[in-house]
């Protein structure tokens, strides 16, 4: 029988039922009034526990910034003992301005400049930091680092009477490889450079224009001398504000010295960054987007804009992108408008291409719409843009522009070349383009290398061939009717001991190498010549004789058939010019360099005078001195007084600039004038404004007087120097000097070239001679 369960009830416990006595008393208790101290007990002790749990929270909280980061608790440090000073993190102690330039100072650093990093905000700056360059005389400073500071926020430094600053971040400079500045000369081919030789960084620039990105974009920029050219170099660098660092994005070198600018190519609407690589009428511009890469360090980076991965698998669009690529940015353009308009648009990065192609156009195109003095000037720009055309009816226009065409054809380096090849493979059978082909191929090649490609090429229609034929038939007859021009020769004389036959090129045999009795073995190095409708000057980037009858070559070009001989001049001990006569036996053409092989009496040695000017050879059409009669400064003086005032301050900067007199303060103008009063001067218009220059040409015996001391009782000065010329422009700007430390250049004369309106300076350097003119467009001798 199962049990039967029971609920157990708990009996009530005793003990839980309170008594009536002692709830009486406990309700007395509490109904009585409490007693004042007691109160404030508990009071005292609510706030001493409330005070207790404030200071263990301060501490805790000091604790934690100490930990993570304790420039923040700073402060601490103006009320604690030296022994326990608060050490700052990972940071340097703060610094005034004059604190950080003094440290630069003692490392032997020089800090020129400070920018601000944002514009209008002072509590940043961006600090580029120099260096002198050992062994250097003229634009000394290399940039070696770049520095970002911010202002310390602390109450300790805040409350200061200077403002101090962290450093934030900074980022050593080296230099541009030579060998890659050089590179971007892309029509010239020029000697193996030093690729260990570094270019200084001399200047900084920060870019103010709406530039992508949050953070700050700087130009790191120097200068190089490439022949007459100037190319400008750098680097791009970016500040990241995000992590506070600095980043080297690109290096960049402009032939042309044209400055890297952020510019709106894309339709994307952000800026992308334009390099100017132009040389000549050839354009050259490199397009670089800001991209996101997976770096925390460099979340950002410059990609370039490239013609070489085809987005599309289109055939012409890819056709498009060949032609571009050889230099016929219209004809690609239009190509690519006619393709986009037809897909209904282009994926973004063909987009890209499109655009930068689009940049390119407009320079060839505005090109080619100017009016041209030169008809080889005008069918050049006509081609590059791929006006075939036009390019042909200039060239038929004349018997003159035949010839000069042709000489432009004959020196042409592969650029006119590639784009018939890249324009015949897209459509081989455009008459205009087979007619340049065959002209460029005959003058390059010769006649027979024309009429051979024409005869292998069986779709060209009989009314092109005869009209292409008759073309190289009127090039081929204005090349046997040209006459030889007079030959304008300059350059300097070297002595040369043995000669072989084998290198160098002349019209006859090799066995008409011989010498008369009483003649020596001379070699020119050629300066500067004339081919009879422009001079060519040192180095000779675009003369490229043709591979067959190149010795015939030479002897048109340089008038050598109609003027062989030179005179060689020799100046004497006693100042007096020796002239010998020499007779040009050949010629080489090495690694740019021209020089002619002559024959002549022996003429007197230089006996490694300084003073002395090296032997100079010139052809007697060459050139036409120009001697304007003299004043004295004194006589300029009473002319124009305020002039005066003006070029003697600059004359002397300039002796003291080139070590001449002692560096200090600038004498009275009424001290100059005692000293310089009686030095001529010659007026006479060097840029072709209207106006005349200043040209003074101070001797080696005044210049020695300069130094020496206002009594004259002193040790005399027995360094020579030699005579030295400083030329001021009509708004006495100094334009031309000889007045530079430690160099051997000088004014030798002024002369007037064939053909050629503005005057020309022939200057002697170290080693040689060369002829300067007045470049309109750089403002300078060049």
């Known amino acids: 029988m199962a049990n039967r369960s029971r609920k157990l009830t708990p009996k009530t416990s005793k003990l839980n039922q309170p008594r009536t006595g002692a709830s009486k008393r406990v309700v007395k208790k509490l109904l009585q009034k409490p007693k004042r101290g007691s109160w404030l007990s508990s009071m005292l002790a609510i706030a001493i526990l409330l005070s207790s749990a404030s200071l263990v929270m301060a501490f805790a909280w000091i604790s934690i910034l100490f930990i ?38 003692k490392k032997k650093l020089i800090v020129e400049q400070i920018l601000p990093l944002y514009q209008g905000i002072k509590n940043s700056f961006f600090m580029p930091v120099f260096q002198r360059r050992a062994n250097c005389e003229f634009d000394c400073q290399k940039l070696v680092e770049i520095r970002v500071y911010q202002r310390s926020q602390e109450l300790e430094f805040k409350s200061e009477p200077e403002n101090y600053y962290y450093l934030e971040a900074q980022l050593p400079i080296t230099g541009l490889e030579e060998s890659s500045v050089i590179s971007t000369l892309v029509d010239a081919a020029l000697e ?52 506070s660092n600095l980043q080297q994005m690109l290096a960049w070198a402009s032939p042309s010295g044209q400055l890297p600018k952020w510019q709106q190519v894309t339709g994307d609407g952000t800026k992308e960054l334009v390099i100017d ?171 027979e290398a024309a009429n051979s490609w024409l005869k292998a090429q069986p779709q060209i229609p009989k009314d092109s061939l005869v009209y292409i034929q008759g073309l190289l038939a009127k090039l081929n007859g204005e090349a ?30 090799p066995a008409d190498l011989k010498l008369t009795d009483n003649e020596v073995w001379y070699q020119v190095q050629v300066s500067a010549f004339s081919d009879g ?63 002619l092989l002559v024959a002549a009496p022996k003429i007197p040695e230089n006996q490694n005078n300084v003073l002395q000017p090296k032997p100079l050879a010139l052809t007697n059409s060459a050139l036409e001195w120009v001697q304007p009669s003299p004043i004295t400064l004194r006589e300029l003086y009473a002319q124009n007084p305020s002039a005066v005032k003006v070029i003697l301050s600059s004359v002397w900067e300039s002796l003291q600039k080139s070590g001449e007199v002692p560096l200090g303060a600038i004498p009275s103008f009424e001290q100059i004038q005692e000293k310089l009063n009686d030095w001529p001067v010659q007026a006479i218009d060097l840029t072709n ?94």
Do not use: C
């Open 277 to 447: 690589q132009t040389v000549g009428l050839e354009p050259h511009l490199q397009v670089y987007q800001v991209k996101p890469v997976k770096l925390f360090l460099k979340p950002i980076q410059l990609q370039a804009i490239s013609l070489e991965s085809p987005v599309l698998k289109d055939s012409g669009y890819q056709n498009a992108l060949s032609i571009a690529r050889s230099g016929l940015w219209t004809p690609a353009f239009e190509w690519l408008k006619f393709i986009k308009k037809q897909r209904k648009g282009l994926p973004e990065a063909a987009q890209a291409q499109m655009d930068l192609i689009r940049l390119h156009s407009q320079l060839t195109k505005s090109q080619a719409e100017k009016s041209w003095a030169s008809p080889s000037e005008q069918v050049l720009a006509d081609l590059i843009d791929g006006r075939w055309e036009k390019a042909l009816q200039v060239f038929e226009e004349s018997a003159h522009n035949v010839q000069e065409i042709a000489t432009l054809l004959k020196a042409d380096e592969k650029r006119l070349w590639n784009r018939t090849v890249a324009a015949l493979r897209v459509n081989p059978n455009r008459p205009e383009v087979q007619a340049w082909f065959a002209l460029i191929l005959a003058v390059q090649q010769g006649q």
């Open 689 to 782: 404004n209207g106006k005349p220059e200043i040209v003074l040409t101070i001797s080696g015996t005044t210049i020695a007087s300069l130094k020496q001391p206002q009594s004259g009782i002193g040790e005399k000065n027995t360094n020579q120097s030699s005579d030295r010329t400083i030329i001021l422009s009509d708004g006495n700007q100094v334009i031309y000097t000889d007045f530079q430390k430690n160099s051997s250049q000088r004014l030798s004369a002024i002369a007037k070239l064939s053909g050629v309106q503005s005057l020309a300076l022939l200057v002697e350097n170290a080693d040689k001679y060369s002829l300067k003119r007045w470049s309109e467009k750089n403002q300078r001798f060049e």
């Open 533 to 595: 409708k422009r001079w060519l000057n040192f180095p000779f980037e675009n003369l490229n004789p043709p591979k067959t009858s190149t010795a015939k070559f030479f002897w048109e070009t340089l008038g050598i058939n109609s003027d062989p001989q030179m005179q060689i001049v020799v100046w004497l001990p006693n100042g007096q010019q020796q002239i010998t006569i020499a007779t040009i036996k050949a010629v080489q053409l090495r690694d740019k360099v021209l020089r």
């Open 480 to 509: 046997t009717k040209s006459q030889s021009h007079l030959s304008q020769i300059v350059g300097t004389v070297q002595p040369i001991g043995e000669v072989t036959n084998s290198q160098w090129l002349q019209p006859n045999s």
């Open 68 to 105: 993570f980061n304790p420039d923040r608790v700073s402060w601490l440090n103006k009320i604690l003992p030296t022994w326990a000073q608060i050490p700052l993190g990972n940071h340097e102690r703060p610094q005034t301005l004059k604190q950080i330039q003094l440290d630069f100072r």
């Open 192 to 243: 193996p450079q030093d690729i260990s030789t570094p270019l200084p960084l001399t200047e900084v620039q920060r870019f103010d224009d709406k530039t992508p990105s949050p953070g700050v974009w700087f130009n790191l920029r120097g200068e190089r001398q490439q022949g007459t050219s100037t190319i400008a170099y750098g680097q791009i660098v970016y500040y990241n504000p995000e992590r």
